[in-house]
Structures are given as structure tokens and as C-alpha cells.
């Protein structure tokens, strides 16, 4: 990292020290003598800002949205880079990550950010309860209005058209507390066909009344996302995204490994074993690693995310910044477009080592378990604790999922790797993320 750059550690304690949260942005405090200049010129930047839809507003091409409670330093300087969507949820850090949004935002130009919260509801959920939950979400942002109410990982075509949703919605619009609406899906629950991601996003769209939409997409999972946005865009419905970079877990296992063994540390005998078990799919990732010259997961990572950014259908690509470094390297993505040699390396990746990633809102294998384990769920929690770093947000709800656990799986045949289309070994990613997620 750029040792004179402003996401450096150094000029982050030093700042902080003398009580400045803005990093040095006008509103939100100074940087010290002698290094605004220097620190200005390396500040990486949002380059590119695109209409969301039918909203107008002019969103960074990167926006900020994770499961996780970011640090109020690290949204300061998130926000400082140019990054004016945010995209959060009531359930995010138990609220926490509500509040925290509002000290970054605190004395900043409200008109100038779009902000995302979220919020689970059934099918019979009432105007009143939304309402109550709406102003309890607003009251921990402190902002008079929020910019886009989302359903939260819509489960049904049936949640959809809740019309005490639609009725809380239009009441709030009238009072000038909310602005616009929105839905997120990233798969079956259940394994029921209505709940996939295709059918509820395209029913968003065919319903008409909704502005946003929140969907995964990446170079390993184009399908439906690309039907998806082709829709929404004959209906000028804005696309955000979310889980883009599909190949997040083996580099940042090995990575995490190969720094404890560097520090003299012991590795955590479950890490161990579930880096082991994907002996087979890290020797086609290495293969490929030499082949094409890759020498860290920051070269594939960067690669998967251009592929979302070079689409000219995606308004937002939502990021989990974990830290300072993150900011750096990420943000200076933005306005970039993908390469010739950068994408045949994916279509290469994509051929050698598929397999490492079980892809979001797919479910294809649920339909055949005879235990209707939500595999697709399960999985996706386990990718918020191994690629997302929110290890227990992703413990506690594997812990309040009240489904068939995947020990169901230990005498069965494996009738969901048999219908799997990408190969890849279902009961063991089953079995692993049972170990990893579990309380106890």
C-alpha cells in the first residue's frame, strides 16, 4: 500500500488521535499541516457515478452494503472516496449498523447520499408493524426520510404483494419519509420453485411498483442476472448487486493459513480440515494461478469485480469493505472497465476451478433432497462467515434456522450432487458449513 496515501495506517492513527473522523474532507474536519496536499493527490476515488433507474439519482459505481456493522472510521472514509450509496438493513448488527451510518453521515449533505435499508417480512405482515419498524430503522439512521425501503431477501411472489406493505409504503411516501422501494432476493429458502431468485426479482418487475432491485451477479453466476437486469432496464428500474466476487474463500483461507503458519501460530484444526477438503478444486486454482501469472487473490478478485462494473446494466456494486486496505485497492476499480486478458482469465477460471463455488440463488439441488435441507441458505451463511468476515452474524442465524440440519446428510446417497449442474460436492460444503456455523 501507498505509504503517503490517506488510507494509510499511520496517517489514520494520527488523524484519529487528534479527534478528526472526517479524515480530512471540508465538514468533517482537516488533515494536519504538511499532508493534505501529498494525501489529496493518492486519495483513491469514485470515477464514475450512473443513473439508479427511475430514482435519478446519481449513485458511485461502488457502493457500501454488507451484513456487517462497519467502524464509523471506516464509513468516513468509505464516504470521503466518493461512495454516496449505502446499502443496510434493519437486522445488520442489531441495529447497529444503522447507528453507525449516522455518525458517518452526521453533518454531511443528506441530499447528497441514497440510502438502502432493509427490512424480512411475510406475507401477512400489516401496515402498522411495517410502519413501526420503518420509523425505528429511521430513528437509528437520524435522517428525516429514508431514500429506498427494500424487502429483505423477498421470499415469495406472495411478499410481494403485500398490500400492507403497499399501504405503509404509500402513507410514508405522503409524509415524506420515504422515497422509493425496493426488493432483494439471493435465493431459495426452502426449496420451493416460487422462491427462486428469477421468479421473484421478474415479478418485481412485472408488478410494477417497485424501483430498485438488489440481485447477485457474478462472472460464475450470470444466469439469471442478466434476464433479470435486461427486464428491469425496458422498466428503468435501478440495479444494485451483491456477492460479486464468487472466488472470495479458497485465496482468503489459503492467505489466512499461510500467515499463521508465517507468524508461528497453530491453524484452527476445522480451518484446516476444510481447506484440505478442497484439495481437488486447489489444484486446478493453482494450475490456473501459474498458468495465467496471478500471484495473489487481489489479481482474480479484481478481475471478478470489473466483470460486475463493465456491465452496463449494473447502477451499484455493493462491496463489504473489511478494512483500510480494502478502501484502497477496491476503490480504485472504480470507472475501470475489463480488460480482453482479464476476462479470458475468468472464462479460464471459470472452466479449471468452477467447482470451488456453490452459486448463489441457484437451489437447482434442492428440489431433489429428500430432507428438503435449505442448501442454498445454509450455504450463503456460511459465505458471510468465510468470505465476508461476519462470523457471528452468520453463527446466529444458522443457529435460528429451523430447518433440517445437514447431520441429515450423513446416510444419504448424495441425491444433491447428482443433480448439482456445476459438479461440485454438496454434502461435503454441507457438512463443512455445519462445523463452521455452529454455537457450540
Given amino acids: 500500500?501507498?505509504?503517503?496515501?490517506?488510507?494509510?495506517?499511520?496517517?489514520?492513527?494520527?488523524?484519529?488521535?487528534?479527534?478528526?473522523?472526517?479524515?480530512?474532507?471540508?465538514?468533517?474536519?482537516?488533515?494536519?499541516?504538511?499532508?493534505?496536499?501529498?494525501?489529496?493527490?493518492?486519495?483513491?476515488?469514485?470515477?464514475?457515478?450512473?443513473?439508479?433507474?427511475?430514482?435519478?439519482?446519481?449513485?458511485?459505481?461502488?457502493?457500501?452494503?454488507?451484513?456487517?456493522?462497519?467502524?464509523?472510521?471506516?464509513?468516513?472514509?468509505?464516504?470521503?472516496?466518493?461512495?454516496?450509496?449505502?446499502?443496510?438493513?434493519?437486522?445488520?448488527?442489531?441495529?447497529?449498523?444503522?447507528?453507525?451510518?449516522?455518525?458517518?453521515?452526521?453533518?454531511?449533505?443528506?441530499?447528497?447520499?441514497?440510502?438502502?435499508?432493509?427490512?424480512?417480512?411475510?406475507?401477512?405482515?400489516?401496515?402498522?408493524?411495517?410502519?413501526?419498524?420503518?420509523e425505528k430503522c429511521r430513528a437509528r439512521l437520524s435522517t428525516d426520510y429514508i431514500d429506498c425501503l427494500m424487502l429483505h431477501g423477498a421470499s415469495s411472489i406472495a411478499v410481494l404483494k403485500n398490500e400492507g406493505f403497499h399501504n405503509a409504503v404509500k402513507k410514508l411516501k405522503s409524509e415524506r419519509k420515504l422515497r422509493f422501494t425496493g426488493v432483494s432476493n439471493h435465493g431459495a429458502r426452502h426449496g420451493r420453485a416460487e422462491d427462486v431468485m428469477e421468479e421473484v426479482l421478474m415479478g418485481a418487475v412485472n408488478d410494477g411498483r417497485f424501483d430498485l432491485l438488489l440481485i447477485v451477479y457474478n462472472f460464475l453466476k450470470r444466469d439469471p442476472g442478466e434476464k433479470i437486469m435486461a427486464a428491469a432496464k425496458k422498466k428503468n428500474i435501478g440495479i444494485t448487486i451483491m456477492k460479486s466476487n464468487p472466488v472470495a474463500r479458497y485465496y482468503d483461507l489459503k492467505e489466512r493459513i499461510e500467515k499463521l503458519k508465517e507468524e508461528g501460530k497453530e491453524v484452527n484444526q476445522r480451518t484446516l480440515i476444510y481447506f484440505n477438503s478442497m484439495k481437488e478444486s486447489a489444484v486446478k486454482t493453482e494450475e490456473f494461478a501459474k498458468k495465467n501469472n496471478l500471484r495473489n487473490s487481489d489479481e482474480i478478485r479484481n478481475s471478478a469485480l470489473q466483470f460486475v462494473l463493465d456491465n452496463e446494466n449494473v447502477n451499484v456494486l455493493n462491496i463489504a469493505f473489511r478494512n483500510f486496505d480494502d478502501i484502497e485497492k477496491m476503490i480504485s476499480?472504480?470507472?475501470?472497465?475489463?480488460?480482453?486478458?482479464?476476462?479470458?482469465?475468468?472464462?479460464?477460471?471459470?472452466?479449471?476451478?468452477?467447482?470451488?463455488?456453490?452459486?448463489?440463488?441457484?437451489?437447482?439441488?434442492?428440489?431433489?433432497?429428500?430432507?428438503?435441507?435449505?442448501?442454498?441458505?445454509?450455504?450463503?451463511?456460511?459465505?458471510?462467515?468465510?468470505?465476508?468476515?461476519?462470523?457471528?452474524?452468520?453463527?446466529?442465524?444458522?443457529?435460528?434456522?429451523?430447518?433440517?440440519?445437514?447431520?441429515?446428510?450423513?446416510?444419504?446417497?448424495g441425491y444433491c450432487e447428482a443433480s448439482c449442474p456445476h459438479n461440485l460436492p454438496v454434502k461435503g460444503l454441507l457438512q463443512l458449513a455445519d462445523r463452521n456455523l455452529k454455537l457450540v
Avoid at 439519482?57 to 466518493?82: M, Y
Avoid at 458517518?104 to 447528497?112: L, Q
Avoid at 475468468?346 to 437447482?364: F, K, M, Q, V
Wanted: one cysteine or more; hydrophobic letters at 30%.
Fill in 1 to 134: 500500500m501507498n505509504k503517503k496515501g490517506i488510507f494509510n495506517r499511520r496517517n489514520f492513527i494520527k488523524t484519529s488521535a487528534i479527534g478528526i473522523a472526517g479524515l480530512g474532507i471540508p465538514g468533517k474536519g482537516s488533515l494536519l499541516n504538511g499532508e493534505t496536499e501529498e494525501a489529496t493527490s493518492s486519495f483513491p476515488r469514485i470515477k464514475k457515478y450512473n443513473t439508479l433507474g427511475r430514482t435519478g439519482f446519481k449513485a458511485s459505481d461502488i457502493g457500501l452494503g454488507t451484513s456487517r456493522a462497519f467502524d464509523v472510521p471506516i464509513l468516513n472514509a468509505l464516504l470521503d472516496a466518493g461512495i454516496n450509496y449505502i446499502d443496510t438493513a434493519e437486522s445488520y448488527g442489531r441495529g447497529s449498523s444503522e447507528r453507525n451510518i449516522a455518525k458517518a453521515i452526521e453533518g454531511r449533505d443528506r441530499k447528497s447520499l441514497f440510502i438502502t435499508t432493509k427490512l424480512h417480512l411475510k406475507e401477512d405482515s400489516s401496515a402498522e408493524e411495517i410502519e413501526k419498524r420503518f
Fill in 333 to 413: 476499480l472504480s470507472g475501470k472497465s475489463l480488460t480482453g486478458n482479464e476476462q479470458n482469465k475468468l472464462d479460464l477460471y471459470t472452466e479449471s476451478a468452477g467447482n470451488l463455488y456453490c452459486r448463489h440463488a441457484c437451489g437447482i439441488c434442492e428440489q431433489s433432497c429428500p430432507e428438503n435441507i435449505p442448501v442454498n441458505t445454509i450455504l450463503r451463511y456460511n459465505h458471510y462467515f468465510d468470505a465476508n468476515g461476519s462470523e457471528k452474524y452468520a453463527m446466529e442465524k444458522y443457529a435460528k434456522l429451523n430447518t433440517t440440519k445437514p447431520d441429515a446428510c450423513n446416510n444419504c446417497s
